[in-house]
């Protein structure tokens, strides 16, 4: 069964971090006059949401927990809050996230694959 983002964790990337990379999904072909043909790669393709999460230190354990014991460090997908508020999103976590200490808050930031 696939897993759901933690209920405790935050459901959202801080507004100024968060970012969208859309995917490279044409295909362009010379040809011998005029314009090159383009297509559509593929009707499903990945594209990527980053950005940055403020977590409380008991934050910041489960979500270690989450990563390491529910979705094998980023290799399995789980279900994640559509920031447009439809519905969850299938995500994997694409790169190890980077943690840094703020005062008594966890800067998290994670790079997620959305996935078709």
Known sequence: MTAFWPYDLPKRFTIPSYQETRPDNVIYSDVSVGPAKARRRTTSNVWDQSGTMVMTYGQYRSFLTFLSETISDGAAA??????????????????????????????????LEVLP
């Not at 279900?79 to 800067?107: M, T, Y």
């Open 78 to 111: 789980f279900w994640f809050p559509d920031r447009l508020g439809g519905a969850d999103l299938l995500v994997r976590i694409k790169e190890p996230p980077k943690a840094s200490l703020d005062g008594n808050l966890w800067q998290v930031s994670i790079t």
